[in-house]
């Protein structure tokens, strides 16, 4: 049973323009998400994280939402660059405990120049 | 240059034998994971280690053992390699439990098994 969910395998999008990386989870204890980015023959790196007593979360040109009732997180990049081209994990944890950090199946980015 | 490193970054064996990966940090993390990474799931969680010497399962943890003796190494060894263990593995560390999760990975070690 899958506890973080992204339902979209890809993702393609003009450079200039909003991405938008969308991730589900079931387990309603959660508190801490997290999204990571990878790219090819790369390990995954730390890209921005939101704990549940807040709903958004800035930096730079990452913005990550939460919607506790929905169970939804969204990461928003604006503007895209073609840089941003990579898989992206979301992931969460309880209490912010790094031990079992879920993680969801990724999203695979490409801007287009 | 300080980090997370794992090696070797390529392997290719045989079912049945024994394949051990590496992993070995210099920012003295009390926290090291593996986790393996294949087409549709995403990243899985193998075993992770609290300190030297704790080591705990984590949701995949059959046909691995791991170690850790130092704080810095934590490899991981597959006793007799099976097929489905054809994957990418990722070590990674965290300065602590409480580090809201935050995880720093290696590079990976791409295992084939024929």
């Known amino acids: 049973d899958q506890q973080v969910k992204q339902n979209s395998p890809s993702l393609s999008v003009q450079e200039g323009r909003i991405s938008i990386l969308n991730c589900d989870y079931t387990?309603?204890?959660?508190?801490?998400f997290l999204w990571y980015k990878k790219y090819p023959a790369e390990g995954p790196t730390f890209l921005i994280s939101?704990?549940?007593?807040?709903d958004k979360n800035e930096d730079g040109r990452f913005t990550v939402f939460l919607n506790k009732s929905a169970k939804h997180l969204s990461l928003h990049i604006v503007p895209s660059q073609p840089g941003d081209s990579a898989v992206y994990f979301c992931?969460?944890?309880?209490?912010?405990?790094?031990?079992?950090?879920?993680f969801g199946k990724g999203t695979k980015l490409t801007v287009n120049p | 240059d300080a980090g997370i490193t794992q090696s070797p970054r390529y392997k290719i064996t045989e079912t049945g034998r024994q394949v051990t990966l590496m992993c070995h940090q210099t920012?003295?993390?009390?926290?090291m994971f593996w986790y393996r990474q294949d087409l549709g799931h995403g990243l899985r969680l193998i075993y992770y280690?609290?300190?030297?010497?704790?080591?705990d399962k984590g949701e995949v943890p059959d046909g691995y053992v791991v170690s850790r003796s130092k704080t810095e190494n934590f490899p991981l060894t597959l006793e007799s390699a099976t097929r489905s263990q054809t994957s990418v593995y990722f070590c990674?560390?965290?300065?602590?439990?409480?580090?809201?999760?935050?995880?720093?990975f290696g590079e990976g070690s791409r295992l084939t098994v024929l």
């Open positions: 280690s609290a300190a030297a010497d704790i080591t």
């Open positions: 387990n309603s204890m959660f508190d801490y």
């Open positions: 990674a560390s965290s300065a602590s439990r409480m580090n809201t999760g935050e995880l720093f």
């Open positions: 992931a969460a944890s309880i209490q912010g405990g790094s031990e079992k950090l879920v």
């Open positions: 939101i704990s549940s007593i807040k």
């Open positions: 920012w003295s993390h009390s926290y």
